[in-house]
């Protein structure tokens, strides 16, 4: 029951982190999922953010496992209301105060402050997972070249997903 009270306070703590999408809480979510409470380890937790993103619905619906290592089926539905009802709770809030705030002369500047903390905490997020998924030249070639290709083309990102996958199955075949 303890880890229930600690996965409570941890995911609640992270869901208002998630300013511009899960990915902005991922740098926080490795240092306390990994680091302090050990409830796996930093390639298990970018195998689920992975197959998080792979996933239909919000990527951030892979709390459910590490809930689930951390605490069973009740650590899993405790880390899903405590991820996402603070932050929708907040977000039914903010959208009331700010549509009564529409002419407020303030409103414009906060907007344009919270963008690029948003993009400076999906970076930190972009960062930490390129940590631990970037390992070697097989890996970074794999990065950049997804990178290049989205820059440059307008190509659907499943077919990355599966090209990825096909190129995993070649380059890292158990021997």
Not at 49 to 77: C, E, F, H, K, T
Not at 139 to 151: D, R
């Amino acid at each position: 029951m303890n880890e229930t009270v600690t996965l409570v306070r941890v995911f609640a703590y992270l869901s208002l982190l998630t300013v511009g999408g899960g990915m902005a809480a991922f740098p926080e979510m490795k240092i306390l999922t990994v680091d302090v409470h050990k409830w796996l380890t930093f390639p298990q937790l970018i195998h689920l953010y992975s197959v998080g993103q792979m996933a239909p619905g919000p990527n951030m619906m892979m709390i459910v496992s590490i809930g689930d290592w951390a605490g069973g089926w009740l650590g899993a539905l405790v880390t899903v209301l405590a991820f996402f009802g603070p932050t929708a709770l907040l977000a039914f809030v903010v959208a009331r105060l700010w549509h009564r705030l529409e002419t407020w002369p303030w409103r414009n500047s906060i907007q344009r402050g919270l963008a690029p903390v948003s993009i400076g905490l999906l970076l930190a997020g972009c960062f930490t997972m390129a940590k631990g998924a970037v390992t070697g030249l097989q890996t970074s070639t794999i990065a950049v070249g997804v990178l290049l290709i989205l820059l440059r083309y307008k190509i659907n990102p499943a077919l990355l997903v599966i090209g990825g996958a096909i190129v995993g199955v070649l380059s890292f075949a158990p021997k």
